[in-house]
């Protein structure tokens, strides 16, 4: 498959609402975490920046959860197009013990699997390659793809996942 034949979209996949580590935090142990490590991050203003500026590019889906908050939710329904769809999951992860108080214990089991719900309806769109984004990114797009068009002419890629 040559580069001219490919086409990416984009899977914005997580909660609207990211709750999580920054920089000061990443060296504390998960079970020494306090609430005052953790922030919580407003999502769908972010998420609706990137679809405006890439949504005539890429075809994006956004995965997130039924449980989130109703309010978000519209927001987010608002924006969908026929480049833009968002799909509501409901959570069948497996339960797992919480890794401490304020640290789910399933988060990468919900990652995988609404990012897979997400990459089957990029299949709709005739997608043949994946830009995987946390509803918590915010990411030059064009310039990922650039680097990813360049990765992939030494090895064969399909999904990009930033780190």
Known sequence: MTTDSYIPGIVIQGPLISKGRVPRSES???????????????????????????SEKFPIVIATW???EKALISRLLAISSNKV????LTDTTPYFQALSAIVP??????QIYSTLKATEELLVFGCTHVIKLRTDM?????SLWGDFIKISQTRELSVLVPF
Not at 138 to 142: A, C, I, K
């Open 28 to 54: 504390i142990p998960i079970p020494n975490l306090k609430k005052s490590d953790i922030v919580e991050f407003y999502c769908v203003d972010q998420i609706i920046e990137i679809c405006s500026k890439y």
């Open 66 to 68: 039924d449980s989130e």
């Open 85 to 88: 769809k968002v799909i509501l």
């Open 105 to 110: 214990g399933n988060n990468k089991y919900r």
């Open 138 to 142: 915010s990411l030059d797009v064009g």
